[in-house]
């Protein structure tokens, strides 16, 4: 008897134990899940709260392509500074992004940089770090053909590497592509900013604790991402929220109408649209009167824009360039025959009699005044809508992105482009000196410094707006904290504005 009870009470005893290990396994798995669908819901609130900072910005852009202000280009950078962080019912977004070492609010604007698809040789080479056989490899990248330059490398190098891929031969797609290029390391392009998301993480700000390696210095060190993009491009759209009108083939009933000139100006600027190598840029050097009887532009595209000449704007390293048609003084020394602030003696000679340094637009002519063929010269403001109105870009295919004046960095205009310190700062001043930025590069004219020449170069490779921003949206889940970043790259060049990139991490 006491043998069968002693039974009973182990059966019931193991029962018991058994019951109770199932009992914990299950609170186990189930915790586990209910963490689990804790985190996985925090991190679908964190995922929407950063696409709601997404949609803000997106909002706001379309919101200024339909109220366009051509006097205020800053109009819709101040509003998504403003808006660069908020709130939604489940958790907040923050949008912020470095440039030139510094932490702005706000999407990130591309046309801050230099579009790599354009830059020239020179330019390339002003980068840190960069040496001149990276600059012909990525040169000998983007042309369309197979011809080596000088120390580049074309499909041949690649093949017998066994690399897997071949040059392009066209434009660069991003940033990162760079990084395919012969002798492009990714510790260049990306600096510490590894992920390329133009934030600075916790891992790229503590030293050789966690990769990359890095200087804990509170700053973000991008290498030449920070200076070079592919994602700007030109929008036919302008700062007053109409499509552009070409400059080659446009007819003199919608110039009088959009530009607000006499019927006898419209036919001018019709006539000098037509030739050869009409440029929108050249009005802010040369008199319609001069244009209209084919005396061309005062100025070209003297080095710095193609980098044959080998001039820079304003000054620089690179020297004053073999066609004797510089633009400035240079570090070491005097510049050429056209001399800018800090060049010999302040002033000189343009070619046309005037003063290089009038600071007065169409090559310091009176408004109204007439030249040799009777029209009358353009006045100030017209001058303006001439340059934001009218175009001569080909918009049946991406036109790589102008910089934009309002936000490129001082880094980029001293160091990259080379410009005089002096004109730099004066920039700079300038935009910061009012909210609303520098709203036509025709009101560069009145710097100190600035000739017609100068200032026709600055408008080959210058906007006062961009189309393309880069949003980088970090958004929290109000529940745990979690945090979901966004990187969508934004195209406001046209109505609605597109999403063109889009990832998450």
Do not use: C
């Amino acid at each position: 008897m006491r043998t069968r009870r002693a039974s009973v009470v182990v059966v019931v005893v193991w029962s018991v134990a058994i019951a109770a290990v199932l009992v914990a396994a299950t609170q186990v798995v189930t915790f586990r899940q209910a963490v689990i669908g804790r985190e996985t819901l925090a991190r679908v609130q964190a995922r929407w709260a950063a696409r709601a900072g997404v949609e803000q910005m997106v909002a706001i852009m379309e919101f200024h392509l339909q109220n366009a202000d051509p006097d205020d280009p800053m109009a819709v950078v101040r509003d998504m500074e403003e808006h660069a962080v908020g709130e939604v019912a489940t958790g907040s977004w923050d949008i912020r992004h470095f440039l030139d070492g510094i932490e702005w609010a706000g999407p990130l604007d591309e046309g801050a940089k230099l579009n790599i698809n354009t830059a020239t040789r020179v330019q390339l080479l002003n980068l840190p770090g960069m040496t001149p056989d990276v600059v012909d490899a990525i040169v000998d990248w983007r042309d369309d053909n197979d011809e080596v330059e000088g120390l580049g490398a074309e499909r041949d190098y690649y093949s017998n590497r066994s690399l897997g891929y071949r040059p392009r031969n066209g434009s660069f797609r991003s940033i990162a592509e760079l990084e395919l290029v012969a002798g492009a390391w990714p510790e260049n392009v990306r600096g510490e900013d590894w992920n390329l998301n133009s934030r600075l993480d916790p891992n790229e700000d503590d030293s050789t604790r966690s990769f990359p390696k890095d200087k804990p210095d509170g700053k973000l060190d991008a290498g030449w991402s920070s200076f070079l993009t592919a994602r700007s491009k030109q929008s036919q759209t302008s700062s007053s929220g109409e499509t552009k009108l070409p400059l080659k083939g446009a007819d003199a009933e919608s110039l009088t109408k959009r530009l607000g000139v006499s019927a006898e100006q419209a036919q001018a600027i019709v006539t000098y649209g037509n030739q050869a190598n009409a440029r929108p840029e050249a009005f802010l050097s040369t008199p319609l009167s001069q244009l209209a009887a084919g005396g061309g532009a005062a100025s070209g595209r003297t080095g710095w824009a193609d980098g044959t000449g080998g001039g820079s704007m304003g000054g620089g390293r690179t020297g004053s360039g073999s066609s004797g048609a510089s633009t400035g003084s240079t570090r070491g020394g005097s510049g050429g025959s056209a001399s800018v602030a800090g060049g010999s003696g302040g002033k000189s000679s343009t070619g046309s009699g005037q003063s290089a340094t009038s600071g007065r637009s169409s090559a310091g002519r009176a408004a109204g005044a007439t030249g040799g063929s009777g029209v009358p010269d353009l006045t100030p403001e017209q001058v303006r809508a001439v340059v934001r109105e009218l175009t001569v870009d080909d918009f049946t295919k991406p036109v790589p992105g102008r910089m934009n004046i309002n936000t490129v960095p001082e880094a980029v205009l001293k160091e990259v482009l080379d410009m005089d310190p002096r004109m730099a700062d004066a920039i700079i001043a300038r935009r910061k000196s009012r909210p609303e930025g520098i709203a036509s590069l025709a009101d560069l004219a009145s710097m100190s410094g600035m000739n017609p020449q100068v200032l026709s170069q600055v408008a080959t490779q210058f906007d006062v707006t961009s189309s393309v921003y880069t949003v980088t949206s970090r958004g929290r889940a109000a529940s745990t904290g979690t945090e979901v970043e966004v990187e969508a790259v934004l195209d406001k060049s046209e109505f609605p504005v597109r999403i063109t990139t889009y990832r998450e991490q």
